[in-house]
Protein backbone atom coordinates (compact mmCIF):
# COMPACT_ATOMS: atom_id res chain seq x y z
CA UNK A 1 0.00 0.00 0.00
CA UNK A 2 1.06 3.63 -0.75
CA UNK A 3 3.02 5.50 1.73
CA UNK A 4 3.87 9.34 2.01
CA UNK A 5 5.22 11.43 5.08
CA UNK A 6 3.41 14.47 3.35
CA UNK A 7 0.63 15.22 1.07
CA UNK A 8 -0.08 18.71 -0.21
CA UNK A 9 -3.73 19.46 -1.18
CA UNK A 10 -3.92 22.25 -3.71
CA UNK A 11 -7.94 23.35 -4.07
CA UNK A 12 -9.42 26.72 -3.92
CA UNK A 13 -12.30 24.23 -2.16
CA UNK A 14 -12.39 22.74 1.39
CA UNK A 15 -14.84 20.68 0.45
CA UNK A 16 -13.11 19.05 -2.63
CA UNK A 17 -9.52 19.03 0.02
CA UNK A 18 -11.67 17.42 3.00
CA UNK A 19 -13.49 14.79 0.55
CA UNK A 20 -9.53 13.83 -1.51
CA UNK A 21 -8.33 13.37 2.34
CA UNK A 22 -11.81 11.30 2.92
CA UNK A 23 -10.90 8.88 0.21
CA UNK A 24 -7.08 8.62 0.79
CA UNK A 25 -8.17 7.63 4.38
CA UNK A 26 -10.56 4.95 3.04
CA UNK A 27 -7.99 3.72 0.55
CA UNK A 28 -5.52 2.79 3.51
CA UNK A 29 -3.12 5.11 2.16
CA UNK A 30 -0.78 6.32 4.89
CA UNK A 31 -0.07 9.81 4.66
CA UNK A 32 2.17 11.08 8.02
CA UNK A 33 0.45 14.95 7.37
CA UNK A 34 -1.71 16.68 4.67
CA UNK A 35 -0.61 20.35 3.93
CA UNK A 36 -3.39 22.61 2.17
CA UNK A 37 -3.46 25.45 -0.41
CA UNK A 38 -5.98 27.35 -2.18
CA UNK A 39 -4.72 28.18 -5.34
CA UNK A 40 -1.10 26.93 -7.11
CA UNK A 41 0.77 30.29 -6.31
CA UNK A 42 0.27 29.36 -2.24
CA UNK A 43 1.26 25.95 -3.13
CA UNK A 44 4.37 27.37 -4.88
CA UNK A 45 5.32 28.91 -1.65
CA UNK A 46 4.30 25.31 0.83
CA UNK A 47 6.22 23.19 -1.80
CA UNK A 48 9.20 25.56 -1.11
CA UNK A 49 9.33 25.91 2.61
CA UNK A 50 8.32 22.05 3.22
CA UNK A 51 10.78 20.01 1.95
CA UNK A 52 8.97 16.83 3.09
CA UNK A 53 5.98 16.99 0.72
CA UNK A 54 6.08 14.09 -1.42
CA UNK A 55 3.07 14.31 -2.81
CA UNK A 56 1.55 17.16 -4.67
CA UNK A 57 -2.61 16.46 -5.66
CA UNK A 58 -4.03 20.03 -7.47
CA UNK A 59 -6.82 20.80 -8.94
CA UNK A 60 -7.27 23.22 -12.14
CA UNK A 61 -9.76 25.86 -11.75
CA UNK A 62 -8.44 27.58 -9.02
CA UNK A 63 -7.97 31.53 -8.10
CA UNK A 64 -5.00 33.80 -8.36
CA UNK A 65 -2.91 30.36 -10.55
CA UNK A 66 -4.68 27.60 -11.81
CA UNK A 67 -3.35 23.76 -11.87
CA UNK A 68 -2.19 23.71 -15.74
CA UNK A 69 0.45 26.41 -14.59
CA UNK A 70 1.02 24.99 -11.16
CA UNK A 71 2.22 21.95 -12.41
CA UNK A 72 3.73 23.99 -15.69
CA UNK A 73 6.42 25.70 -13.20
CA UNK A 74 6.31 22.68 -10.64
CA UNK A 75 7.48 19.89 -13.19
CA UNK A 76 9.42 22.18 -14.54
CA UNK A 77 11.84 23.09 -12.24
CA UNK A 78 14.50 20.09 -11.59
CA UNK A 79 14.38 20.62 -7.83
CA UNK A 80 10.94 18.58 -8.19
CA UNK A 81 12.05 16.44 -11.05
CA UNK A 82 11.20 13.55 -8.38
CA UNK A 83 8.09 14.86 -6.08
CA UNK A 84 4.96 12.81 -7.58
CA UNK A 85 1.89 15.38 -8.73
CA UNK A 86 -1.38 14.16 -9.51
CA UNK A 87 -4.68 16.30 -10.35
CA UNK A 88 -7.99 16.14 -9.58
CA UNK A 89 -10.53 18.20 -11.33
CA UNK A 90 -14.11 18.20 -12.76
CA UNK A 91 -13.18 19.09 -16.07
CA UNK A 92 -9.92 16.63 -16.13
CA UNK A 93 -10.73 14.19 -19.31
CA UNK A 94 -9.50 13.68 -22.62
CA UNK A 95 -6.80 16.39 -24.53
CA UNK A 96 -6.96 17.68 -20.68
CA UNK A 97 -5.88 14.80 -19.13
CA UNK A 98 -3.19 14.46 -22.20
CA UNK A 99 -2.12 18.02 -21.71
CA UNK A 100 -1.91 17.44 -18.03
CA UNK A 101 0.02 14.47 -18.42
CA UNK A 102 2.90 16.46 -20.99
CA UNK A 103 3.12 19.05 -18.59
CA UNK A 104 4.37 16.22 -15.77
CA UNK A 105 1.21 15.36 -14.14
CA UNK A 106 1.79 11.49 -12.91
CA UNK A 107 -2.10 10.34 -13.18
CA UNK A 108 -5.53 13.03 -13.44
CA UNK A 109 -8.60 11.83 -11.74
CA UNK A 110 -11.76 13.47 -12.68
CA UNK A 111 -14.23 14.51 -9.89
CA UNK A 112 -16.16 13.25 -8.13
CA UNK A 113 -13.52 11.65 -6.78
CA UNK A 114 -13.54 8.29 -4.92
CA UNK A 115 -10.89 6.05 -2.71
CA UNK A 116 -10.81 3.59 -5.64
CA UNK A 117 -10.20 6.48 -8.52
CA UNK A 118 -7.22 7.82 -5.82
CA UNK A 119 -6.47 4.25 -5.27
CA UNK A 120 -5.89 3.51 -8.91
CA UNK A 121 -3.78 6.97 -9.88
CA UNK A 122 -1.51 6.27 -7.08
CA UNK A 123 -0.76 2.78 -7.92
CA UNK A 124 0.70 4.09 -11.51
CA UNK A 125 2.97 5.58 -9.34
CA UNK A 126 6.80 4.75 -10.36
CA UNK B 1 -4.30 18.76 -30.28
CA UNK B 2 -7.12 16.78 -32.02
CA UNK B 3 -9.82 19.45 -31.24
CA UNK B 4 -13.28 18.14 -31.96
CA UNK B 5 -15.74 20.86 -34.38
CA UNK B 6 -19.09 22.05 -32.41
CA UNK B 7 -22.38 23.27 -33.07
CA UNK B 8 -22.46 26.96 -31.80
CA UNK B 9 -25.50 26.25 -29.91
CA UNK B 10 -26.36 23.92 -27.71
CA UNK B 11 -29.70 21.36 -28.26
CA UNK B 12 -32.02 21.86 -26.03
CA UNK B 13 -33.39 19.02 -25.83
CA UNK B 14 -30.09 16.81 -25.45
CA UNK B 15 -28.89 19.02 -22.99
CA UNK B 16 -31.97 18.52 -20.72
CA UNK B 17 -31.76 14.72 -21.42
CA UNK B 18 -27.94 14.91 -19.87
CA UNK B 19 -28.57 17.21 -16.94
CA UNK B 20 -31.55 14.16 -16.31
CA UNK B 21 -28.88 11.64 -16.35
CA UNK B 22 -25.73 13.34 -15.44
CA UNK B 23 -27.26 15.04 -12.16
CA UNK B 24 -28.60 12.03 -10.44
CA UNK B 25 -25.26 10.83 -10.93
CA UNK B 26 -23.35 13.32 -9.62
CA UNK B 27 -25.51 13.60 -6.55
CA UNK B 28 -25.06 9.99 -6.01
CA UNK B 29 -21.32 10.35 -6.03
CA UNK B 30 -20.80 12.84 -4.07
CA UNK B 31 -23.36 13.20 -1.57
CA UNK B 32 -25.04 9.93 -1.39
CA UNK B 33 -28.29 10.97 -2.03
CA UNK B 34 -31.19 10.08 -4.53
CA UNK B 35 -32.03 12.80 -6.97
CA UNK B 36 -35.17 12.07 -8.66
CA UNK B 37 -35.86 14.08 -11.99
CA UNK B 38 -39.56 15.10 -11.53
CA UNK B 39 -40.12 17.36 -14.54
CA UNK B 40 -37.59 19.06 -17.28
CA UNK B 41 -38.40 21.46 -20.14
CA UNK B 42 -36.61 22.81 -22.80
CA UNK B 43 -37.14 25.61 -25.47
CA UNK B 44 -40.24 27.13 -23.77
CA UNK B 45 -40.29 30.13 -21.15
CA UNK B 46 -40.45 29.48 -17.98
CA UNK B 47 -43.41 29.21 -16.21
CA UNK B 48 -42.32 30.55 -12.47
CA UNK B 49 -38.95 32.24 -11.46
CA UNK B 50 -37.39 29.42 -9.67
CA UNK B 51 -36.65 31.85 -6.81
CA UNK B 52 -40.15 32.26 -5.58
CA UNK B 53 -40.70 28.20 -4.98
CA UNK B 54 -38.24 26.45 -2.62
CA UNK B 55 -35.32 27.64 -4.12
CA UNK B 56 -33.59 29.88 -1.07
CA UNK B 57 -30.08 28.96 -2.46
CA UNK B 58 -28.85 29.58 -6.00
CA UNK B 59 -25.38 29.83 -7.19
CA UNK B 60 -24.23 29.36 -10.87
CA UNK B 61 -20.75 28.91 -12.96
CA UNK B 62 -20.32 30.16 -15.93
CA UNK B 63 -18.45 27.54 -19.10
CA UNK B 64 -16.47 29.68 -21.41
CA UNK B 65 -15.55 26.93 -24.00
CA UNK B 66 -16.32 25.27 -25.86
CA UNK B 67 -19.90 27.30 -25.66
CA UNK B 68 -20.88 29.96 -23.40
CA UNK B 69 -23.65 29.09 -20.96
CA UNK B 70 -24.26 29.18 -17.44
CA UNK B 71 -25.48 26.34 -15.37
CA UNK B 72 -27.53 27.63 -12.61
CA UNK B 73 -28.26 25.52 -9.61
CA UNK B 74 -31.33 26.30 -7.02
CA UNK B 75 -32.52 24.66 -3.78
CA UNK B 76 -33.75 25.04 -0.74
CA UNK B 77 -31.99 25.65 2.23
CA UNK B 78 -32.46 22.48 4.13
CA UNK B 79 -31.28 20.32 1.38
CA UNK B 80 -27.66 22.78 1.16
CA UNK B 81 -27.80 22.16 5.33
CA UNK B 82 -28.48 18.39 4.44
CA UNK B 83 -25.63 18.28 2.00
CA UNK B 84 -23.19 19.98 4.36
CA UNK B 85 -24.58 17.84 6.92
CA UNK B 86 -23.41 14.62 4.94
CA UNK B 87 -20.22 16.02 3.84
CA UNK B 88 -18.69 17.87 6.87
CA UNK B 89 -20.90 15.64 9.74
CA UNK B 90 -23.68 16.80 11.69
CA UNK B 91 -21.89 18.33 14.83
CA UNK B 92 -20.37 20.89 12.22
CA UNK B 93 -23.61 21.98 10.09
CA UNK B 94 -25.88 24.28 11.90
CA UNK B 95 -27.84 26.79 9.90
CA UNK B 96 -27.03 30.08 9.72
CA UNK B 97 -28.40 32.53 12.62
CA UNK B 98 -28.34 36.08 12.90
CA UNK B 99 -25.47 36.78 15.56
CA UNK B 100 -23.36 33.79 14.62
CA UNK B 101 -21.16 32.17 16.73
CA UNK B 102 -17.88 30.79 15.08
CA UNK B 103 -19.32 27.23 14.85
CA UNK B 104 -22.21 28.48 13.33
CA UNK B 105 -19.96 30.55 10.67
CA UNK B 106 -17.96 27.79 10.28
CA UNK B 107 -21.11 25.85 9.40
CA UNK B 108 -21.96 28.22 7.02
CA UNK B 109 -19.23 28.33 5.45
CA UNK B 110 -18.88 24.47 4.99
CA UNK B 111 -22.43 24.76 3.36
CA UNK B 112 -21.76 27.39 1.02
CA UNK B 113 -18.57 25.65 -0.28
CA UNK B 114 -19.80 22.40 -0.49
CA UNK B 115 -23.01 23.56 -2.35
CA UNK B 116 -20.53 25.48 -4.85
CA UNK B 117 -18.24 22.64 -5.41
CA UNK B 118 -21.21 20.20 -6.09
CA UNK B 119 -22.33 22.77 -9.07
CA UNK B 120 -18.63 22.87 -9.99
CA UNK B 121 -18.77 19.07 -10.38
CA UNK B 122 -22.03 18.87 -11.92
CA UNK B 123 -20.99 21.42 -14.58
CA UNK B 124 -17.49 19.32 -15.41
CA UNK B 125 -19.80 16.34 -15.89
CA UNK B 126 -22.24 18.00 -18.22
CA UNK B 127 -19.50 19.47 -20.35
CA UNK B 128 -18.15 15.73 -20.30
CA UNK B 129 -21.17 14.15 -21.11
CA UNK B 130 -22.49 16.74 -23.65
CA UNK B 131 -18.93 17.31 -26.14
CA UNK B 132 -17.42 14.07 -24.81
CA UNK B 133 -13.70 12.84 -23.94
CA UNK B 134 -11.12 15.08 -26.17
CA UNK B 135 -12.75 18.27 -25.98
CA UNK B 136 -11.24 21.53 -24.17
CA UNK B 137 -13.31 22.63 -21.39
CA UNK B 138 -13.27 26.36 -19.38
CA UNK B 139 -15.09 26.97 -16.80
CA UNK B 140 -15.45 29.99 -14.45
CA UNK B 141 -15.60 29.56 -10.26
CA UNK B 142 -18.92 28.71 -9.26
CA UNK B 143 -20.40 31.70 -7.40
CA UNK B 144 -23.72 32.73 -5.35
CA UNK B 145 -26.49 34.43 -7.64
CA UNK B 146 -28.74 36.87 -5.47
CA UNK B 147 -31.57 38.76 -6.90
CA UNK B 148 -33.80 38.06 -9.70
CA UNK B 149 -31.82 40.48 -12.15
CA UNK B 150 -29.28 37.68 -12.49
CA UNK B 151 -31.65 35.79 -14.08
CA UNK B 152 -32.82 37.26 -17.33
CA UNK B 153 -30.94 35.22 -19.66
CA UNK B 154 -32.97 32.94 -21.72
CA UNK B 155 -32.98 29.28 -20.77
CA UNK B 156 -32.01 26.51 -22.44
CA UNK B 157 -32.62 23.74 -20.63
CA UNK B 158 -34.65 23.28 -17.13
CA UNK B 159 -34.49 20.22 -14.69
CA UNK B 160 -36.59 20.11 -11.51
CA UNK B 161 -35.16 17.10 -9.02
CA UNK B 162 -36.47 15.25 -6.07
CA UNK B 163 -33.70 15.12 -3.37
CA UNK B 164 -34.91 12.74 -0.72
CA UNK B 165 -38.21 14.88 -0.50
CA UNK B 166 -36.54 18.39 -0.80
CA UNK B 167 -36.47 20.27 -4.38
CA UNK B 168 -33.55 21.23 -6.61
CA UNK B 169 -33.86 22.68 -9.69
CA UNK B 170 -30.73 23.14 -12.38
CA UNK B 171 -31.18 25.61 -15.42
CA UNK B 172 -29.17 25.77 -18.28
CA UNK B 173 -28.75 29.27 -19.70
CA UNK B 174 -27.07 30.98 -22.21
CA UNK B 175 -25.54 33.66 -21.50
CA UNK B 176 -24.86 37.44 -22.90
CA UNK B 177 -21.79 39.04 -21.54
CA UNK B 178 -22.18 42.66 -20.34
CA UNK B 179 -18.92 44.65 -20.99
Known amino acids: ?126 | MNEKKHSTVLDPEKASLILTETIPAVFAEMTFMDAMPVASSWGVAESEDPADTAAAVRMAIDMLMPLSCRLELSMSSELADNIADILYGGAEAESFTVGATPATIAADQNRADSTLELLNVLAGSFLSAYFGAGTPFKLELPFFLFGASEVSDPSIARVEFNVEGLPAIVTLRSIRYRY
Do not use: H, W
Open chain 1, 1 to 126: MAEFKSVLLVDDSATSRMIIQRCFEMAGIQVGGFICAENGLDALALLKCNSGIDLVVTDINMPKMDGRMFTRIVKGDPLYAKLALIVVSSIADGDAEAELRSLGAAAVVKKPVSPAKISEALGGLS
